[in-house]
T-cell receptor, first 111, second 113 residues
Framework: NAGVTQTPKFQVLKTGQSMTLQCAQD?????MYWYRQDPGMGLRLIYY???????DKGEVPNGYNVSRLNKREFSLRLESAAPSQTSVYFC??????????FGQGTRLTVV | AQSVSQHNHHVILSEAASLELGCNYS??????LFWYVQYPGQHLQLLLK??????LVKGIKGFEAEFIKSKFSFNLRKPSVQWSDTAEYFC???????????FGTGTRLAVRP
């Protein structure tokens, strides 16, 4: 019973490099989310997708892009990483307006 | 825009003490409310949720929360905390007709044995 799977778990990038964080869920959920977690700031929503083919900006979308490839997968891309993007990233999925289920997180360090 | 406030950033309690963590939200319409817990080094897990009905909801591990619509609040309570409750607690809200799940900044709870 996999739930929400995120890859990679850890990543170190140099400033200016790009990367894509992958997320997949096997619960047939419509909604998917990307959050970043920073000390003292809680979880801040980067982007979300209410259904396949739709994406919307959250609170902190600058520097990120997303793709809802299909109902299962929702990827987050950093085109040109900056030290300010050092964070722990969580993907989540949910049935609409219901509780979210979280992945294990990706710890990203940008040097 | 909807927002969630958690006024207690850090709470330190001794074992067996009672716990109450505050959560207030800003949206005036119908909402669904959640409390999540994050143990050190782990991802968020659902403690309890409120959609409608009895405003006093019970969750896992002896936690409960009360929805007070007039105060836009959804406070988390536990009568007697244990050392194993040491964690960070997050309140979250989503509009009943919406798609955006918004979290508060979290409350870090430390329970002394």
């Amino acid at each position: 019973n996999a739930g929400v799977t995120q890859t990679p778990k850890f990543q170190v990038l140099k400033t200016g490099q790009s990367m894509t964080l992958q997320c997949a869920q096997d619960m047939n959920h419509n909604s998917m989310y990307w959050y970043r977690q920073d000390p003292g700031m809680g979880l801040r929503l980067i982007y979300y997708s209410a259904s396949e083919g739709t994406t919307d900006k959250g609170e902190v979308p600058n520097g990120y892009n997303v793709s809802r490839l299909n109902k299962r997968e929702f990827s987050l891309r950093l085109e040109s990483a900056a030290p300010s993007q050092t964070s722990v990233y969580f993907c989540a999925s949910s049935p609409r307006q219901a509780e979210a289920f979280f992945g294990q997180g990706t710890r990203l360090t940008v040097v | 825009a909807q927002s969630v406030s958690q006024h207690n950033h850090h709470v330190i309690l001794s074992e067996a003490a009672s716990l109450e963590l505050g959560c207030n939200y800003s949206y005036g319409g119908t909402v669904n409310l959640f409390w999540y817990v994050q143990y050190p080094g782990q991802h968020l897990q659902l403690l309890l949720k409120y959609f409608s009905g009895d405003p006093l909801v019970k969750g896992i591990k002896g936690f409960e929360a009360e929805f007070i619509k007039s105060k836009f609040s959804f406070n988390l309570r536990k009568p007697s905390v244990q050392w194993s409750d040491t964690a960070e607690y997050f309140c979250a809200v989503i509009k009943s007709s919406g798609d955006k799940l918004t979290f508060g900044t979290g409350t870090r709870l430390a329970v002394r044995p």
